[in-house]
């Protein structure tokens, strides 16, 4: 996704080029082309505020691709991390869903399904009431509206490979903020990477099916996998 972004602030910019050349030369040439005052002075307002235009979508663009290489290195992170917690848990990496990619899915044998959105916001992460502030203002997206919907998506798929619905438990991971403790947010753990470890090893929902979750634990993969 960054590279893609990237590719297309590259092809803006191409344009923008493209599009000056042409109009200097075709000023340099406006008596060959019949071009009168009025018509000069058109296309030089148009050379003023053509780089404006522009300016301002190519500089979102540019953000948003490095807002995304952000992203891909937390979830690098992330990964890594998940990669020593033991053969009593399995993990799957970037699935596609309607609301968006999901990072990561955690099955615990024994602690449970955990469904993961990876943040690279720096800065202060704080719970107010029942909203997320990153560094005292609302995020660019609703974080916890996200983890929520990817999470009764995920419960939805499960439930067709074992039968029955399973508990997830969502988690927004920041893995450059420091987080401050506090309580879920409508059953949404916001949490610092450092921390991560612990609450998947301590935090357990008792389910009579998790069993059956684990038991299925290729199927689920290999389905979630070939969406």
């Not at 910019?13 to 599009?19: H, L, N, Q, R, S």
């Not at 005052?37 to 979102?60: C, M, N, S, T």
């Not at 024994?110 to 202060?124: I, N, Q, Y």
């Not at 009579?208 to 199927?219: G, I, M, Y």
Request: aromatic share 8%; hydrophobic share 45%; proline share 4%.
């Amino acid at each position: 996704m960054a590279q893609r972004r990237r590719w297309i602030a590259y092809g803006m910019i191409a344009v923008v080029m493209v599009i000056v050349v042409i109009l200097a030369l075709t000023i340099q040439n406006w008596q060959a082309l019949g071009i009168g005052g009025g018509g000069v002075l058109v296309l030089l307002i148009l050379i003023r505020i053509l780089p404006d235009l522009i300016d301002a979508p190519l500089k979102r663009k540019v953000k948003e691709a490095r807002r995304a290489d952000r992203g891909a290195v937390a979830e690098e992170k992330v990964a890594n991390l998940l990669q020593g917690l033991g053969e009593d848990y399995c993990v799957l990496h970037d699935i596609p869903s309607p609301y968006g990619n999901i990072d990561h899915v955690v099955i615990g044998r024994d602690s449970g399904v955990f469904l993961l959105e990876t943040k690279a916001h720096g800065g202060r992460v704080e719970i107010s009431g029942d909203q997320l502030l990153v560094n005292g203002k609302p995020p660019e997206k609703d974080f916890i509206a996200q983890a929520l919907k990817n999470a009764y998506w995920l419960r939805d798929e499960i439930e067709k490979v074992i039968g029955s619905k399973v508990w997830i438990t969502p988690v927004v991971v920041f893995t450059n903020a420091f987080v401050q403790a506090g309580r879920p947010i409508k059953g949404v753990y916001v949490a610092n990477k450092k921390y991560l470890p612990n609450l998947l090893q301590r935090h357990s929902r008792s389910a009579s099916n998790l069993a059956a979750v684990w038991e299925a634990r290729e199927r689920l993969f290999t389905t979630l996998e070939g969406r």
